[in-house]
Every structure is written in C-alpha cells, then in structure tokens.
C-alpha cells in the first residue's frame, strides 16, 4: 500500500516540531541542572559539610532536575501514553520504597549528620545508651569507641528520633560541693568563695564560682558552692582542698 504523502509529511512536521522543543527542553535542563548543582555545592560548603558530602548533593541535585527534564521530554513524544508510564514509574518507586525504606531513612539521616554536623568525628557523644567517641561517620551508620574499647554502631537514623548529648562541644562543666559551717559563723560571700579558690588548679574563672546559702539546721549553715572546670573530677578534688584550707571550722563534701 502506498504511503500517503501528506500523512508522511503531516508526521515529519508533528515529529520535527516535538524534537525541536524536545531539544530546548534538553538545553534547559541541562542549564538549570549544572545551576543547581553549583548552587547546591555552594550552599554545603558555607555550611562547611564534608567534601564528599558536598559533591554528593550536588550530583543529587543536578541528578533530579535532569529526571525531571527527561520526564518532560518523553511527555512530549509520548503525549497520551505519558500518564501510564508516569504511573508505571510512581508504582515501581512506591515498591522500592517500601522495600528499602530502613536503608534510605538511615542513608538520608546520614546526609543530615553530614550537613549539620551535631557531632564530629574524635567528638565524646551520649545516644540511647552508648556514650564513647566517634570514629567514623558513613551515609548510613556513624561507629563509636567507648571507653572500655568496645565498639558501637549506630544507625543514623538513630539521631533523627532520639536525644544526642555531645560532650565535647563545650569544654567545661559545672562542679558542685557542699560547705556546712556552724550557724554563728560570718555568712559565707562570694568574694569569700573566689578568694578561696582563685588559684584553685582546673577551675574556671567564667563562668565565676557562686555560693548559695541553701538552708539553716541543727545550728550549722549549708552553703552550695558551684564552680566550673574543664577536667572535673581533677579540679573538684582540688577545690574541695582549697575549701577546706579556706574554712577549716566547716565541713566540705561532694555535691
């Protein structure tokens, strides 16, 4: 059967003129995915996140512009099988999903600890538990040494759901101690208190040591004294000493 002309030509035009706007899809896409990308890399490394994490992102980025271009080209040629394939793609990511959705919601809290950063790697943290140093940090588990040398892996998304105590991120601690001094004694200041540890070895001169008179009884006056300090045991044995050189008529212990 001979071909009608006008047909073959009614189809070259309509497949020229879906090509011709397939191909400025194609150069916009592409425009707009390197944009994102930069941008996105740009954005990560103000934040300051891991080199690779950055390249990642912005790979992933450029990645989902480009699906998103390829989407409208083939919505051009396809035109009316468009929506079946669409719910054909929407179905087989729905299963995969579902399939894999522990590992991508600990692959995209990884992400998140890279990007924010909470903690770092050599950072002493606290989570469900488990307090130790950590080691590494990967896309989907983040590896802690504790201190009797065991390690601990734990899923990222652990830190999406439960609290995180970092125990590095400021260096110094609250210490506290108790002065008992008999009732009839001079109230105890707090120039006192800095006078008597000043030259305490390991404690803070900010925040300021502080003095609390905290009750009255049985004829002896209880004083809570905080002080803070980098090293806290060390420094607490060391203020203890020095309070009880300070006022030897009274009695000091650990708060």
């Given amino acids: ?28 896409t592409l425009l707009i995915a390197r944009g994102v990308r930069g941008a996105t890399m740009r954005a990560l490394a103000r934040n300051r996140a891991q080199a690779n994490v950055t390249v990642l992102l912005g790979n992933l980025a450029q990645l989902t512009v480009i699906v998103i271009g390829v989407l409208l080209i083939l919505a051009i040629y396809t035109q009316g099988a468009f929506g079946w394939i669409l719910a054909s793609f929407s179905v087989v990511g729905v299963v995969i999903g579902l399939s894999l959705q522990d590992i991508l919601k600990n692959f995209v809290a990884g992400m ?13 943290i606290e989570v469900t538990g488990y307090s130790g140093t950590v080691e590494e940090i990967s896309f989907r588990t983040t590896q802690l040494r504790t201190d009797d040398g065991r390690e601990v892996i734990v899923p990222n998304g652990t830190f999406m759901t439960s609290a995180v105590v970092n125990l590095t991120r400021f260096p110094t601690r609250r210490a506290a101690a108790w002065l008992v ?9 707090t120039e006192d208190l800095r006078a008597a540890l000043e030259k305490t070895d390991g404690v803070a001169s900010e925040p300021a040591p502080a003095v609390e008179l905290r009750g009255v009884a049985d004829g002896k006056a209880q004083y809570l004294v905080t002080f803070w300090a980098a090293n806290r045991e060390a420094a ?20």
Wanted: proline residues 7%; hydrophobic residues 55%; negative net charge.
């Fill in 181 to 189: 001094l008999p009732a009839d004694e001079k109230a105890v200041t």
């Fill in 112 to 124: 998140w600890v890279l990007v924010e950063r909470p903690f770092r790697i050599g950072d002493s």
């Fill in 1 to 28: 059967m001979p071909l009608d002309p006008a047909v073959v030509r009614d189809n070259l035009l309509d497949y020229g003129a879906r090509t011709f706007w397939a191909l400025i899809v194609a150069a916009i």
């Fill in 236 to 255: 607490l044995a060391e203020a203890l000493h020095a309070l009880r050189a300070r006022f030897p008529q009274g009695d000091v212990r650990i708060g």
